[in-house]
């Protein structure tokens, strides 16, 4: 069974780079159509998909967010990163990683990991 965890800072000062990293263990990213996602939920909000890698290394952007995102992989680490530019209070959040077969998730799934809370703050 695939498990993911993100990790990285909890607290990211206002117009700084927020950087997350997401472990993938028992299984790997590179497999046959799988999409790696970044999915995020602002306090009392929705989710919100912000972009994806694919198994070919291929990325994926929401176009509200494109111009301030950045997903790469380092495939001997079996991981994936996501870094956002010029964040601001309004990029609070809980993170998340996951794993679908579809580029776009939008609803939790079983491949998801736990969260990790952002807060931007100065």
């Known amino acids: 069974q695939v498990r993911l965890q993100e990790s990285g800072p909890g607290l990211v000062k206002p117009s700084q780079t927020l950087s997350l990293t997401c472990t993938v263990s028992?299984?790997?990213?590179?497999?046959?159509?799988?999409?790696w996602s970044w999915v995020r939920q602002p306090p009392g909000k929705g989710l919100e998909w912000m972009g994806a890698?694919?198994?070919?290394?291929?990325?994926f952007y929401s176009p509200s967010l494109k111009s301030r995102t950045s997903i790469s992989r380092d495939t001997s680490k079996n991981q994936f990163t996501l870094q956002l530019t010029s964040v601001t209070p309004e990029d609070t959040a809980v993170y998340y990683c996951?794993?679908?077969?579809?580029?776009?998730?939008?609803?939790?799934?079983?491949?998801w990991g736990q969260g990790t809370q952002v807060t931007v703050s100065s």
């Open positions: 890698i694919a198994y070919s290394g291929n990325t």
């Open positions: 028992g299984g790997s990213i590179t497999t046959n159509n799988y999409y």
């Open positions: 996951a794993r679908d077969r579809k580029v776009v998730v939008t609803t939790k799934g079983n491949d």
